[in-house]
């Protein structure tokens, strides 16, 4: 029976949908699931309703629930982080206060100051995480979803080499991004071979064809990205794509904050992020996170979420846990310490590119 310490339950949604990928694989449902957090109501709604979905599912996986995060990872086989320090209100300054001396951010999580001090406060508690999977589950894989993945994927790299700690960091930008080009192309997302590599939330679909027929789809791409329909709920991608050639794994809104064009100045925002929500609207990441928190405080929604076991979702987490306990090769997009993989870009940094895993570990 694998332990799997899941820290950071408290992010009720993620949570869930990780544990439900987990319970919907066959190979992992004899696993011990051991949630983690450091306040108990949440603690509290998250076990109840992943022990409601074992017992009504008859799964002979175990939950288990505590406040005490080396309790979680002692003897565990995977960690997987899914924290933010600080929380709301750390959110809440990380906008707010660059917004007042003119630096709007639409997501705020990854550069600039939103994403600097999110990092500032993680990489300490990463840190220590990583010294005590040394001490208590050292041949442990740990898989992070904790951002800003950049810079807390160098800085697990660092101290993971050093503990000998072997971790990846996980996003769904490549796979969701690859459901978009499909659309764009109408082609069935299982039927394109692509390539795609780079830093995370800026990393670059270097190829795409079409498995079928061999097809180069970039040409249909672009052509189809030109068209006023296409362009109008990508145009910060589209623009970029326009002068560098390639297609980027993030949204309009999250990537017009990681490059110097897109939000200097009000008529560029008014040009090119004028999209409501995660197309480039302001605040609009830490405004829909505060529109869950406060819906999931006044009610506990858990209490109605369906226990039935649906298909995975699109998040590697599951998947990465299959291929180690089966054997069998899963190919995905993490994030890695950069061990001459891109060679542009500096030794140890985080680097997001092809990965491969089987029972042997991450390749």
């Not at 979702?313 to 846990?321: D, F, K, N, Q, T």
């Amino acid at each position: 029976m694998p332990k799997i310490a899941m820290i950071g339950a408290g992010s009720l949604i993620f949570c869930k949908t990780l544990t439900m990928d987990i319970l919907a694989t066959e190979s992992l449902r004899n696993s011990e699931i051991c949630l983690m957090n450091r306040t108990q109501p949440k603690l509290d709604k998250i076990h109840a309703f992943l022990q409601r979905v074992v017992d009504q599912n008859n799964l002979p996986a175990r939950i288990t629930a505590t406040l005490d995060r080396r309790e979680a990872l002692r003897g565990a086989d995977y960690v997987i982080l899914m924290f933010q320090v600080g929380g709301l209100e750390g959110f809440r300054l990380d906008y707010e206060i660059p917004k007042k001396y003119g630096v709007d951010q639409c997501i705020g999580d990854s550069l600039g100051p939103g994403g600097v001090f999110r990092g500032l406060r993680s990489i300490p508690v990463l840190e220590e995480i990583v010294s005590d999977m040394a001490e208590l589950c050292p041949g442990a894989l740990l898989l992070n979803y904790v951002n800003p993945m950049g810079m807390n994927c160098y800085a697990l790299g660092q101290a993971g080499k050093s503990a000998g700690i072997q971790s990846i960091g996980l996003c769904h930008g490549v796979q969701t991004t690859l459901d978009l080009i499909g659309g764009y192309v109408d082609v069935p997302k299982t039927e394109i071979e692509y390539f795609c590599a780079g830093i995370n939330h800026m990393a670059w679909f270097l190829s795409l064809k079409d498995k079928r027929t061999g097809e180069d789809l970039y040409p249909r791409f672009k052509a189809n990205c030109e068209k006023p329909a296409y362009y109008v709920n990508e145009k910060v991608r589209c623009e970029v794509m326009r002068h560098f050639g390639y297609f980027m794994t993030e949204s309009t809104g999250h990537l017009s904050e990681y490059i110097p064009w897109f939000r200097s100045h009000q008529r560029a925002l008014e040009l090119y992020c004028d999209e409501p929500g995660f197309g480039g609207e302001s605040g609009a990441y830490y405004h829909y996170c505060a529109m869950l928190a406060g819906k999931y405080e006044a009610k506990d929604y858990l209490e109605l979420e369906s226990t039935e076991l649906k298909p995975r979702s699109v998040e590697y987490c599951s998947y990465i846990l299959e291929a180690k306990e089966t054997g069998r090769p899963f190919r995905l997009n993490g994030n890695v310490r950069n061990d001459g993989y891109i060679s542009n870009l500096p030794d140890g940094c985080c680097v997001e590119v092809p990965v491969f895993v089987d029972g042997n570990g991450l390749h």
